[in-house]
């Protein structure tokens, strides 16, 4: 399949194929389902965030803050690690230049 130029907001949570739709962090490359994949992956960020919500509202003193973040992280980098795969030139020199893809191993 063709690949396609897709605008991606992880804080707007969307991938759209016109720039002047909305405000964006990064250009990819994707087929169809490609961007339905990464769509999926950032439902996936805001039901963890959801998921970590109480545990903010009402802290159990014996539970780490690291340990309510651990899923909501995971699912984050999920995220990053597919913008950066099928990332532009410019969006991969920006990850290298901002520091993600080295906190991602990549």
């Known amino acids: 399949m063709d690949k396609h130029k ?3 907001s992880v804080h707007g949570r969307s991938v759209l194929p016109d720039k002047t739709l909305a ?3 990064w250009e990819i490359y994707a087929t ?3 961007a339905e994949e990464m ?3 950032m439902g996936l960020v805001q039901e963890k ?3 970590a919500f109480p545990g903010y509202v009402f802290p159990w ?3 780490p803050e ?3 973040n651990v899923y909501y992280e995971d699912a984050l980098n999920d995220v990053y690690q597919k913008i950066y795969e099928l990332g532009s030139e410019d969006t991969r020199e920006q990850m290298k230049g901002s520091g993600i893809n080295a906190f991602l191993g990549l």
């Open 32 to 34: 169809p389902a490609q």
């Open 23 to 25: 405000a964006y962090e």
């Open 49 to 51: 965030e959801e998921e």
């Open 66 to 68: 690291q340990v309510v």
């Open 39 to 41: 769509l999926l992956l």
């Open 61 to 63: 003193p014996d539970t």
């Open 6 to 8: 897709y605008y991606v």
